[in-house]
């Protein structure tokens, strides 16, 4: 896993990781999500791997587009 760069500086994401067609996410306050391109849809995990690579936008982006579209979730 990746930290977070969190830019901004009030990011709820601590951590990322990427693979080929999937991306997790770890957030501060609760738990690990996996976003799969059959869960989430291509065009959204790309888009969050570019957010999650630049340090800023994918908390927003997710709770905006993406909600409970996720594969699966460990606590």
Aim: no cysteine.
């Amino acid at each position: 896993m990746q930290r977070y760069q969190n830019v901004q500086g009030n990011s709820g994401i601590a951590a990322y990781e990427t693979g080929p067609d999937w991306i997790r996410v770890t957030f501060k306050h609760g738990g690990t999500y996996e976003y799969q391109y059959a869960s989430t849809g291509e065009s959204h995990v790309e888009r969050m791997k570019k957010l999650a690579a630049s340090g800023q936008g994918l908390a927003t982006f997710i709770s905006k587009f993406v909600k409970a579209n996720y594969a699966r979730r460990q606590t």
